[in-house]
């Protein structure tokens, strides 16, 4: 009967059967209240459904008034609701109006307890949390005026934010309890609340979308939260305009290095530099979230190929921090990482290793070693490593942070795959392809599911895969790929950004692999001319491209000038990387072998001793596996292509 009077609603019929049972009402006279109301007038049934709701809620707001404002908070929140959340001290002070005894946490658990008994929440100690039913949640609501709502929402909004973790988003172990908080964001209505500390949260909720990989998702929300702030502000309907200014700004910043991350670099360039000037005006050159914005400004700078801008930013931000913050403040140390990074990018591969050593072992002992930013602090000290042909240092090292990535972040986290990426690369300088490609293969397979084609590491990790394919004598398809990759870059970032000169130099080592020298020497030619105009003489990837263009001139017959090339190649390699270096030392091969087959002519003898090479094999094989590529290629007497592996502009 109590049944068929509510329709068979699971959540009304439990909630009927729970307060027969606690109050010990007859069951004709619960079905004389419920049925009190004529359902067949207009409105009556629903009014007949808010009776009877009406029944259950008064009988728990008269057994305890602190349970029933419980209710009133969670029904304004999402339906799964954790424990922990409800058991904090903040929502104690929520209830302490109610209910005094609640400053006692086993009495707060007391009153979770007067409303299970009631049915109209579900208890799961297994699960660590409750589920208040929609059905009943909008009961509750119904029940109050807009004013209620309104402050109820307010002491939602203030649970959850005083129930934020001490640790930033960046921290994984920060990760369960900012989860726990973020389901009730949205639907609290915390967009509107006044209170710094919850748009703080929200801003947190970016954050965390962005560490996580979720990008998209992190753009959609966040714009949302900034239209709504930006029309409060227009609106003139907050108290304190400038403190939501600032935290507007902060939130435009975050966002981004979400356009970054999506490989808009031109958006995220126009956003920082809109927002890095209004900062500065509001809060001045030397407040933190200037620094953070003037820090993400430079990044964007090294991704469009700006370099020299970049590392100048980098260095005046990294001052100001160290002087206001000093040494070992995360932000500073995070500073310090961007200056390696611009240097890097300059070609400036020795200050970067000695900053990124130090950054290291300061993030060891400041952040731990298994933090997200001690291991990428590792990795990129690994690049360093293999910059300075120290292939089997790196390779060991990256393998080390691979290990503690996949540990503590998961095999799918972007840190992971991008240190899984950095470790191929390492691998196959050190002359380990097969291991490399193996790798590659399954890293840029999970970031096209994950990230798609267009992000930034994936196109990183497709162009390192494109490079192992040559390694591994694949040459054909080696062109597929990089030609391929040359054209997303030339989309993205621009037909002369450095990116996009290292793909068309290693496209030209993987034409001269297949036999197409004429298209070898012109792409040679368009990224040696290029890396000229936008570096220098003296970077890296000018002295690679310049290399693959000398020897594609002499295999295509235009030997002018080829051994004044090199000669002047080996001289600035020495300057840059030192005699011993492989990269030098393969350059010297080339002109021991370019000199040999100039004087010998079109038939030239094979069992004859070549000039300067044998002590240029000895010296590699100091340095590298005996059966190395480029020492079995030089001992053929071939010439060297020189592949390239682009840094990591973030």
């Given at each position: 009967r109590v049944g068929r009077a509510l329709g068979d609603l699971p959540i009304a019929v439990a909630a009927a059967g729970a307060l027969l049972a606690e109050s010990g009402a007859d069951v004709d006279d619960f079905l004389d209240q419920v049925e009190g109301r004529d359902p067949e007038r207009p409105g009556g049934a629903e009014r007949s459904w808010d009776a009877t709701w009406d029944l259950f809620l008064d009988r728990l707001r008269e057994r305890s008034a602190g349970a029933y404002r419980l209710l009133e908070?969670?029904?304004?929140?999402?339906?799964?609701?954790?424990?922990?959340?409800?058991?904090?001290?903040?929502?104690?002070?929520?209830?302490?109006?109610?209910?005094?005894?609640?400053?006692?946490?086993?009495?707060?658990?007391?009153?979770?307890?007067?409303?299970?008994?009631?049915?109209?929440?579900?208890?799961?100690?297994?699960?660590?949390?409750?589920?208040?039913?929609?059905?009943?949640?909008?009961?509750?609501?119904?029940?109050?005026?807009?004013?209620?709502?309104?402050?109820?929402?307010?002491?939602?909004?203030?649970?959850?934010?005083?129930?934020?973790?001490?640790?930033?988003?960046?921290?994984?172990?920060?990760?369960?309890?900012?989860?726990?908080?973020?389901?009730?964001?949205?639907?609290?209505?915390?967009?509107?609340?006044?209170?710094?500390?919850?748009?703080?949260?929200?801003?947190?909720?970016v954050r965390y979308l962005r560490r996580r990989g979720d990008l998209k998702p992190g753009l959609e929300f966040g714009e949302r939260i900034a239209a709504a702030w930006q029309d409060q502000l227009d609106r003139g309907r907050v108290s304190d305009s400038a403190a939501l200014l600032r935290q507007l700004l902060h939130l435009r910043f975050n966002l981004a290095n979400i356009l970054r991350d999506l490989s808009n670099y031109r958006g995220a360039l126009k956003m920082d530099e809109q927002v890095l000037a209004e900062q500065r005006q509001l809060l001045g050159g030397e407040h933190s979230h200037t620094l953070m914005t003037a820090g993400s400004r430079a990044a964007d700078l090294r991704a469009l190929g700006d370099y020299a801008e970049a590392l100048r930013q980098d260095e005046a931000t990294y001052k100001s921090w160290l002087t206001d913050f000093g040494e070992d403040h995360p932000r500073t140390l995070m500073a310090a990482n961007n200056v390696a990074a611009s240097l890097r990018a300059v070609g400036d591969f020795r200050r970067a290793r000695a900053i990124d050593a130090d950054v290291a072992e300061r993030r060891r002992v400041v952040l731990g070693a298994d933090h997200p930013y001690s291991l990428h602090s590792q990795s990129c000290l690994g690049r360093d490593l293999r910059e300075a042909g120290e292939?089997?240092?790196?390779?060991?090292?990256?393998?080390?942070?691979?290990?503690?990535?996949?540990?503590?972040?998961?095999?799918?986290?972007?840190?992971?795959?991008?240190?899984?990426?950095?470790?191929?690369?390492?691998?196959?300088?050190?002359?380990?392809?097969?291991?490399?490609?193996?790798?590659?293969?399954?890293?840029?397979?999970?970031?096209?599911?994950?990230?798609?084609?267009d992000n930034p590491t994936t196109l990183a990790c497709r162009l390192n895969w494109?490079?192992?394919?040559?390694?591994?004598?694949?040459?054909r398809s080696s062109v597929e790929e990089l030609e391929a990759v040359s054209?997303?870059?030339?989309?993205?970032?621009?037909?002369?950004?450095?990116?996009?000169?290292?793909?068309?130099?290693?496209?030209?080592?993987?034409?001269?692999?297949?036999?197409?020298?004429?298209?070898?020497?012109?792409?040679?030619?368009?990224?040696?001319?290029?890396?000229?105009?936008?570096?220098?003489?003296?970077?890296?990837?000018?002295?690679?491209?310049?290399?693959?263009?000398?020897?594609?001139?002499?295999?295509?017959?235009?030997?002018?000038?080829?051994?004044?090339?090199?000669?002047?190649?080996?001289?600035?390699?020495?300057?840059?990387?030192?005699?011993?270096h492989p990269d030098t030392l393969g350059c010297r091969g080339n002109l021991a072998v370019v000199s040999w087959r100039a004087a010998a002519g079109p038939d030239p003898d094979s069992t004859a001793p070549v000039a300067g090479l044998v002590e240029v094999l000895d010296a590699l094989r100091a340095r590298l596996d005996p059966s190395h590529p480029s020492i079995t290629t030089l001992q053929g007497r071939q010439l060297l292509s020189r592949v390239i592996y682009p840094h990591d502009p973030f």
């Open positions: 908070i969670c029904s304004v929140l999402a339906p799964e609701i954790a424990l922990e959340l409800v058991y904090s001290e903040q929502m104690a002070s929520s209830l302490a109006p109610f209910d005094p005894l609640v400053s006692d946490r086993m009495m707060r658990a007391k009153l979770v307890q007067e409303i299970n008994r009631l049915a109209l929440l579900k208890l799961d100690q297994h699960a660590k949390q409750i589920h208040v039913h929609r059905l009943v949640q909008a009961a509750v609501r119904r029940r109050m005026s807009a004013l209620v709502v309104e402050e109820i929402r307010h002491d939602a909004h203030l649970v959850l934010a005083r129930c934020r973790p001490n640790g930033e988003p960046d921290d994984p172990d920060s990760w369960p309890r900012f989860r726990m908080l973020w389901p009730h964001l949205e639907v609290s209505g915390a967009v509107s609340c006044p209170d710094e500390s919850v748009r703080q949260l929200l801003i947190d909720r292939y089997g240092q790196s390779v060991e090292l990256l393998q080390s942070v691979v290990a503690a990535a996949e540990e503590h972040l998961g095999h799918s986290a972007l840190e992971t795959l991008q240190a899984r990426s950095n470790l191929a690369a390492s691998l196959r300088s050190a002359g380990r392809s097969g291991e490399a490609g193996q790798l590659l293969s399954e890293t840029y397979g999970t970031l096209l599911v994950r990230f798609g084609s494109a490079a192992n394919l040559l390694a591994e004598g694949e040459a054209g997303a870059y030339e989309r993205s970032l621009g037909a002369d950004n450095p990116f996009t000169l290292v793909c068309i130099s290693n496209l030209s080592a993987a034409y001269r692999a297949s036999d197409r020298i004429m298209d070898a020497l012109e792409a040679s030619e368009r990224a040696t001319s290029g890396c000229r105009r936008r570096l220098t003489e003296r970077h890296p990837y000018y002295l690679a491209a310049a290399t693959n263009r000398a020897i594609c001139r002499f295999e295509a017959g235009r030997t002018d000038g080829v051994l004044d090339e090199l000669r002047q190649l080996v001289t600035v390699m020495t300057d840059e990387f030192g005699e011993h």
